[in-house]
């Protein structure tokens, strides 16, 4: 099970930062992701990161203002978000991935709206 | 951005069969696994195909899914109402910043 939070209302250049909460699989084997779904729009890949955290991406739309990490002695994810725009409206999902099976379970969402 | 183009809208009514594709390039669908998801209305994502062609536990085996050259396909047959939702099709790509990619989505509605 994932389960997200932290999302909320938030102006634009401010930072807020979502959590991701796992149990019932052993995380610190998978690698994880966040991806976000903007208001009536379809999936967007934001970050990944591997099972131990030594290899990370970012979506080219965030690269910079994002930051992924983990925390798996409490079998938990992070995405700290900085500076963010109208554009990073969206809820944003956490997804965990095995070998070869990406994005195999996903969190409910939590909403981040980026609005003055 | 969206790299693997799928149709926006597909339908049929219950019983039909309804095929959804999904076209990429070289460096994705052309030379990694291919992914299905299924979004509920109002609901996150699920898994329904992975490895191109694999059903997890729990998908019905008129669910199926197919990838030649630079295309897959998902293919739902016997058509209920439960399957009306959005379908994504995402793949690992080597040309962009990050691993993945996910297609432009298709609405599925039952007639």
């Known amino acids: 099970q994932l389960v997200e939070s932290g999302g909320g209302l938030v102006q634009p250049g401010g930072s807020l930062r979502l959590s991701c909460a796992a149990s019932?699989?052993?995380?610190?084997?998978?690698?994880m992701n966040w991806v976000r779904q903007a208001p009536g729009k379809g999936l967007e890949w934001v970050s990944y990161?591997?099972?131990?955290?030594?290899?990370?991406y970012y979506a080219d739309s965030v690269k910079g203002r994002f930051t992924i990490s983990r925390d798996n002695a409490k079998n938990s994810l992070y995405l700290q978000m900085h500076s963010l725009r109208a554009e990073d409206t969206a809820v944003y999902y956490c997804?965990?991935?095995?070998?070869?099976?990406?994005?195999?379970?996903w969190g409910q969402g939590t909403l981040v709206t980026v609005s003055s | 951005q969206s790299v693997l183009t799928q149709p926006p809208s597909a339908s049929g009514t219950p019983g039909q069969r309804v095929t959804i594709s999904c076209s990429g390039s070289?460096?994705?669908?052309?030379?990694?696994?291919v992914y299905w998801y299924q979004q509920l209305p109002g609901t996150a994502p699920k898994l329904l195909i992975y490895r191109n062609n694999q059903r997890p536990s729990g998908v019905p085996d008129r669910i199926s899914g197919s990838k030649s050259g630079t295309s897959a396909s998902l293919a739902i047959s016997g058509l209920r109402s439960e399957d009306e939702a959005d379908y994504y099709c995402?793949?690992?790509?080597?040309?962009?910043?990050?691993?993945?990619?996910f297609g432009t989505g298709t609405k599925v509605t039952v007639l």
């Open positions: 019932g699989f052993p995380f610190s084997t998978y690698t």
């Open positions: 997804a965990s991935s095995a070998p070869y099976i990406a994005f195999e379970y």
């Open positions: 990161i591997s099972s131990s955290g030594s290899t990370i």
């Open positions: 995402a793949a690992w790509d080597d040309s962009l910043s990050g691993p993945y990619v």
């Open positions: 070289s460096s994705n669908v052309g030379s990694y696994y």
